[in-house]
């Protein structure tokens, strides 16, 4: 039999401070239950950045406070607007700051850096399009994400440096932002990039330096090609004619705007000029004239060639600029015969005096009249055959020529098929 032996467990000296220290604190705990809850004490959160730039305005925002805010800054920073518990704080240069609010009761700080700002460009723009062709001349201007110290130097660079670049001057009012230079297009056709040396951020951004380099213009010396296109050859008084120049690149106005001169038929007084715009492609421009007065004959649409360059500034060398569209204001008279076949039964011969007319083929009975060319949609059109039931049948018919004019609508009935 084997003896299970009673073991006596000696506590040591740590094991019994410890038991001593957590029967001190449920004693303590104990007490304060007994006199009412002990709280810490509650901070005012203050919510916004923890970084900001120089210059920048910020709101902050004293998060789940009531009542009164009462708001200070200290540091590289002043205090704007307030309102409720908003408040617009200013900061100044690099370095840090504080911001604290209290209400309520509570009061709360929140600590702020002020970091510098990269040497970098943040956009280049052209006062045009962008391309120059030889001898041609444009403004690029540069903006940079923070103020500098000096103004840059800027040389082309690369492969391809046919033109010049004139020295970087500071655009007025932009507090050493901005600067901008001439470029003048060279020979050739390529892309044009400049190294801007000795970029350096003003001391109270940070004083960031660095040596950046951009493209710009493209030099284009190539003349662009195209042609004038109208909407329709055909129309009459109160015609919306839509005049559409199309060229193989993107093209700009060479003055106030792209035109096309209108004479002839359809045109009140002569001539009539019909200003172009771009479209949602540069390559594409268009404008609209409405054929008045009821004459007839040709209009004639020219475009002028000497309002078109491209964006670089190329005159066009091979452009068709003509263009015509024949206006007719006379209903058309048409006519229109329905019989059997006399040699297969049934057989029905459709034959109009013209591929434009419309026919309408119902039952002598039906109580539907067509009033407009709308009720012939989906109907019949032109000459045609078709085999019929035996009946006597009714056919309506009309014709809308290729100007747009309506005939009148004609009915001829008793078109019998026999069995």
Known sequence: MIKLRQMKVRLGGLTKVILSSALLLL????????????????VLYIDGPASVSPSSTVTFTAAEAGGTISWTVTGNATLGTTSGLDAEVTFGAVGTATVSATGSGLSGTRSISVDGVAAEISAVAFATAGKI??????VVTFTFAAPLASVPTVALTGDFT?????????????????????VTGGTGNGQLNVVLTGVAVSADYGGATADLEAAIHEVDNVAPFGALAVSSSDANSGTALTFTVTLNEGARANGASMTVDLTGAGTESTPIEVALTATEDAAVWTGTYTVAGTDEGTLTAVLDAATVVDMAGNAPTELEVNGSVNIDNTAPVPTLTASEDPATTRLVKITPSSEDVLWLWLPENSQFVPETSSDFEGEGKGASKFVASPGTYKIYYMEVDAAGNSSSIVLLENIVVAE
């Not at 004693?27 to 006199?35: K, L, P, R």
């Not at 062709?133 to 444009?138: A, E, L, Q, R």
């Not at 004139?166 to 230079?181: H, I, K």
């Open 27 to 42: 004693i303590a705990v104990a007490c304060d239950d007994d006199e009412g809850t002990n709280t810490i004490g509650e």
């Open 162 to 182: 046919a033109g010049s670049i004139s020295a970087l001057t500071e655009v007025s009012g932009s507090n050493m932002t901005q600067f901008e230079a001439t």
């Open 133 to 138: 062709n030889n001898g041609g001349t444009d």
